[in-house]
C-alpha cells in the first residue's frame, strides 16, 4: 500500500521503477550469456568449453588487473601469498571445475532442460552449508529439496534428447558451484573479504584460470591440434567474453541494490523464459512432460525462498527483542535519587581538586620568584610547573564532564519521570 504523501509515493515508486531495472538488466544479460555459449559452442564451429572458459578467466583476469593496479578505480585486500593460497585457490578450483563442466554440458544438452536442472541448486547449496556448518539441519528444508530432485527426475524422465554423459556433467557442474558459493562464505565473507565484482575477478580469476590449465594441455589441447575443421572468429570471441564480464556487473547491481532473495525469484522467471527462446531459437524439443516436472521444480524452489524468508524475519525479529531485553536493564537500573547523589558527590570532589590546584599554584609561583634569583636555578621551578597545573587542569576537566553527563542523565531521568508521572 502507497503512503499518503505525494513525495513518499514518488520515492517508492522511484524504487520500484529502479529495482526492476536491476532485474530486467540482469535477465537481460543472463539470458544472452547462455544463448551465446550454447551457439558459439554448439552451432559456430568452435566445440572446445574448457578453450573458452580459459578466454573467459584471461580476459576477466585483465580487467580486474588493469582496474586495481592500473587505473586504481578498486582497492586491492593486499593478501598474503599464503592467504591467497589457502583461501582463493580453492574457490578457483572449484569455480574452474563448474565452468568447465557446465559448459561442455552443452554439447550434449538443450538449453531448456539445463534449466530445469537448476532447480537443484537450492538444495546442493543448502547441503554444502550443512556439511560446512554454514547451515542448520531442518527436516522442512530436507523434504522440500527431496521434492524439487522429484521434479527434476521427471523433467529427465520427458527429454527427448537426453545424453548421459552430458547429465554427469551438468550436475557434477552444479555440485561444485554449490561447494563454490559456501565456500566463498566460509574463506572469504566470513573473514572479512568482502568483495564487488571487479575484486573478485582480481582475485579469483588468475586462480581458475591456472586450474583451468590442467584440463586444457591434458584433455583439449591435443585435440584443437588435430582438428581442423573448427573456426576462430576474434571479433565473436571479444564480444561473448566482454558479455560474460558485464554479467558480473549486473549481478553485483541486483543484489546490492535488492537482495539475493529478488534475484532468486527472478531466475525462476528468467529459465522459464531460456526454455521459450531454446525452443524457438534452437528447436529444442520441449515435452509436457518436461514442463510438469519443471513446474513441480519451480513450486519447490519458490516455498524454499518462502521458508528461507521466514527464517530471516524470525531471526532479525529474535535479535531485535534479544536487544530490547538487553537494554531494559540499563534504563532501569539507577534511580533519580542515586544520579543526584552521584552529582553530589563529584561535585565536592572538584571543589576539593579546584583548592588543591589554587594552593598549588600560589605556592609555586611563590617558590619561582625565589629559585629566579639564583643563578641556573631557573629550570626547576619551571619543570614543577609544568609537570603539575596541566595534570591537575586535565583532571578537573575530566570530573567537570562527568559531573556534565551526570547532569544531562539527571534531566533526561526527570524528564522521563514527569511524562510517566
Request: proline share 4%.
Amino acid at each position: 500500500m502507497l503512503p499518503k504523501d505525494p513525495a513518499a509515493q514518488a520515492k517508492v515508486m522511484r524504487e520500484v521503477i529502479r529495482s526492476y531495472t536491476y532485474v530486467l538488466m540482469w535477465m537481460g544479460v543472463s539470458i544472452a550469456v547462455i544463448l551465446f555459449n550454447k551457439w558459439l559452442l554448439a552451432y559456430s564451429g568452435f566445440p572446445f568449453p574448457i578453450a573458452l572458459t580459459l578466454w573467459h578467466m584471461f580476459f576477466c583476469s585483465s580487467v580486474g588487473f588493469l582496474c586495481v593496479r592500473v587505473l586504481k578505480l578498486v582497492k586491492s585486500h593486499n593478501m598474503t601469498p599464503r592467504e591467497y593460497y589457502t583461501r582463493v585457490m580453492p574457490i578457483g578450483l572449484l569455480y574452474a571445475g563448474s565452468l568447465w563442466l557446465s559448459n561442455s554440458a552443452y554439447l550434449y544438452l538443450s538449453v531448456s532442460f539445463i534449466q530445469m536442472t537448476k532447480s537443484l541448486m537450492p538444495g546442493l547449496v543448502y547441503a554444502s552449508g550443512v556439511m560446512l556448518g554454514t547451515e542448520k539441519y531442518s527436516r522442512g528444508v530436507t523434504l522440500n529439496m527431496i521434492l524439487i530432485a522429484f521434479g527434476v527426475v521427471v523433467c529427465a524422465i520427458g527429454e527427448m534428447n537426453l545424453v548421459f554423459r552430458g547429465v554427469v556433467q551438468q550436475l557434477t557442474a552444479l555440485g561444485f558451484e554449490a561447494m563454490r558459493l559456501t565456500m566463498v562464505q566460509v574463506l572469504i565473507n566470513s573473514k572479512g573479504y568482502n568483495m564487488n565484482p571487479i575484486q573478485s575477478l582480481y582475485y579469483v580469476s588468475p586462480a581458475c584460470l591456472i586450474c583451468l590449465l590442467v584440463p586444457f594441455l591434458s584433455v583439449e589441447l591435443n585435440k584443437l591440434r588435430t582438428t581442423h575443421d573448427w573456426t576462430f572468429n576474434p571479433s565473436v570471441m571479444l564480444a561473448n567474453a566482454l558479455t560474460a564480464f558485464i554479467l558480473n556487473l549486473a549481478v553485483f547491481l541486483l543484489i546490492g541494490k535488492t537482495s539475493a532473495l529478488t534475484m532468486n525469484i527472478a531466475g525462476v522467471i528468467k529459465d522459464w523464459m531460456l526454455i521459450f527462446f531454446s525452443f524457438y531459437l534452437f528447436k529444442a524439443p520441449v515435452t509436457t512432460i518436461n514442463l510438469l516436472g519443471y513446474a513441480f521444480c519451480c513450486s519447490g524452489v519458490v516455498v524454499y525462498n518462502h521458508m528461507k524468508l521466514q527464517m530471516i524475519k524470525n531471526k532479525v525479529a529474535a535479535t531485535g527483542s534479544g536487544k530490547g531485553d538487553e537494554e531494559k536493564p540499563k534504563d532501569s537500573e539507577r534511580s533519580k535519587e542515586d544520579i543526584l547523589s552521584e552529582i553530589r558527590r563529584l561535585q565536592s570532589q572538584m571543589a576539593e581538586l579546584e583548592d588543591r590546584v589554587s594552593n598549588s599554584a600560589k605556592a609555586m609561583n611563590g617558590a619561582g620568584a625565589g629559585v629566579t634569583a639564583m643563578a641556573g636555578g631557573g629550570p626547576v621551578g619551571g619543570v614543577n610547573v609544568g609537570l603539575t597545573n596541566p595534570t591537575e587542569r586535565t583532571t578537573t576537566e575530566v570530573v567537570i564532564s562527568a559531573a556534565a553527563v551526570a547532569n544531562n542523565s539527571s534531566g533526561e531521568s526527570t524528564e522521563k519521570g514527569n511524562k510517566d508521572n
